[in-house]
């Protein structure tokens, strides 16, 4: 397994725009294959959205240079899109429809079912399982204990049936703009360093210092933003000195004007200790 560098914009230098980052980023996966040899390269995963590392938003363009790099070297590319699938970014899937890219493999889960029951599934294009043919016969035949587990799946045709009855992904799609506006409003804080997201879902990483701060401050200012947010009624996700947040997708106005209004309060209160 080999790890490219993180593409957060938000690391850039400061005199770099973001831009000349996309293309320093894009550079990195193609000194990558140079490296390795793309010969020896079985694919490349990458999250649309990367939700677990603090809600990383790739710069404009990136998923699309680097897919097109892996066309060009006949490398698979397989988009995991556990979070932003089933309308997280306000459509079925968010390679197509909002990179402009066709992954040969998509994993997905969690929005499947909408969290009721467990399930989650590996889609794989045409194109790829021809590549799996022989002599007409799919040699593919790799499954998991619980594959189709009538339950879960059944969960899953209903929770399909009511996103697409009560029209909740052209509600994301109308939502969406006004989350992401208040959420960039939060960036006025002197203990915020970014305030990002795409779609519904947010993240805001706390900073004492622009240069950076020792791991165990970051942990108290995160830990604290936690614990005032969960006072006053918000569930946030903290890591160490970041809050994730990812509403419901039925989320309304006034519900996102609670949402950061609680989240002023409390970046406020928190602010007030470190001054």
Known sequence: MHFLPNVN?????????VEAWCDAKVQDIQQAI????????????????????????PPDGYHKRS?????????????????????????????EEVYGIQPDMITCAKGL??????????????????????????????????????????????????????????????????FQERLARLARFPIIGDARGHGLIGCIEARLS????????????????????????LIVRPLINMCVFSPPLIITKSQIDDLFDILESAIEKVGESFI
């Not at 914009?9 to 725009?17: E, F, G, I």
């Not at 140079?34 to 938003?57: N, R, W």
């Not at 622009?210 to 009624?233: F, Q, T, W, Y």
Request: with cysteine; aromatic share 8%.
């Open 9 to 17: 914009p938000y690391l850039r230098p400061d005199d770099m725009s």
């Open 67 to 95: 897919f097109d790099i892996c066309r060009a070297n006949d490398i698979l590319y397989i988009s995991d899109e556990v979070v932003t699938g089933f309308g997280r970014l306000g459509h079925w899937f968010a390679s």
């Open 210 to 233: 622009k240069d950076g701060s020792r791991l165990e401050d970051e942990r108290k200012i995160g830990a604290m933003l936690d614990e005032v947010c969960n006072d006053m009624g």
């Open 113 to 178: 079912t909408s969290g009721y029951l467990p399930l989650g599934a590996c889609i794989i294009s045409d194109a790829m399982m021809e590549r799996m043919a022989h002599q007409g016969d799919v040699l593919f035949s790799n499954g998991y204990t619980y594959s189709g587990h009538p339950v879960s799946c059944a969960a899953a045709l209903k929770n399909i049936e009511i996103l697409e009855r009560d029209k909740i992904l052209e509600h994301v799609r109308e939502i969406a703009p006004y």
């Open 34 to 57: 140079d490296t390795i040899g793309a010969d020896k390269i079985g694919a490349f995963i990458a999250e649309p959205i990367l939700s677990s590392g603090g809600v990383i938003v």
